[in-house]
């Protein structure tokens, strides 16, 4: 089964973004699962980082990817890192130039999101990868 965290600063405050973000971890439960770390501040964030072992972050300037690639990109990626994988949703002023520079970055869009609504963007687009793995019709 592949393990992914998601590392935030911040906490999700909107109703609605919690019932998206649970609806996505329900549909995904058969082939992963999700473990969720809200911290306080930058600092907390890069020391949680340093903790792990393999870390994407999401940065607007990261590799743009669409959803086949990031679907390609993510199951290459889950098998490099033996089915376990952060990723690190940044503070309101960005992640530091140290942090840029230590971690992969990959981007949805040129967009600057809230760190709630990319959450719920991310888990998302890995329900999408999944489906799109199987071959399903939720991607067209």
Do not use: C, N
């Amino acid at each position: 089964m592949i393990k992914i965290k998601f590392l935030s600063v911040g906490k999700t405050h909107e109703k609605w973004l919690e019932e998206g973000i649970d609806m996505y971890v329900k549909r995904m439960s058969p082939w992963a699962q999700f473990e969720f770390i809200w911290l306080k501040d930058a600092s907390q964030l890069e020391k949680a980082l340093s903790a792990e072992k393999h870390v994407v972050i999401l940065d607007p300037k990261g590799q743009q990817v669409d959803s086949h690639r990031f679907a390609d990109w993510f199951f290459k990626k889950v098998e490099q890192a033996g089915s376990r994988l952060t990723f690190a949703i940044g503070p309101a002023e960005g992640f530091s130039e140290k942090v840029k520079a230590e971690y992969e970055a990959i981007s949805f869009s040129q967009l600057t999101f809230t760190h709630q609504l990319a959450r719920l963007i991310l888990i998302e687009q890995l329900f999408r990868a999944f489906e799109i793995k199987k071959g399903s019709a939720y991607h067209k």
